[in-house]
């Protein structure tokens, strides 16, 4: 998938998987490609560059915890700040969804 598509939902996409559960850097990874039946691989590089910039907004938080392997792990929690802003992201992505169907014909997805 075009790189410039993706960037318009990324944050978007991180927020929903954090409204499901709290969950650190690679899990949030391998869970997007999952869902996403591997249409969305993000680099570690693209994801956490948007995970400060959610922290910085106050969508996010972050805690260190231990994992059954005995690692720290850095987990990232959604906020009451960030439900808000993902819901105000999914009615965006509402609205360009219907201008694209729009012009090029098709149904709107749920």
Partial sequence: MDKRYMALGTSMLVLKLLKQQSMYG????R????????VFQLQEGTL????HTLE???AVTS???????????KYYAITS????LLDEKLDEWKV????INQVIGGVLFE
């Fill in 26 to 29: 690679y899990q949030i990874i």
């Fill in 31 to 38: 869970e997007l490609e999952q869902q996403s039946r591997n």
């Fill in 48 to 51: 956490y560059p948007i995970l």
């Fill in 56 to 58: 910085q907004q106050g």
């Fill in 63 to 73: 805690y260190q915890q231990t994992a059954d392997n005995g690692r720290l792990r």
């Fill in 81 to 84: 700040h960030g439900l808000k």
């Fill in 96 to 99: 360009y969804q219907t201008a």
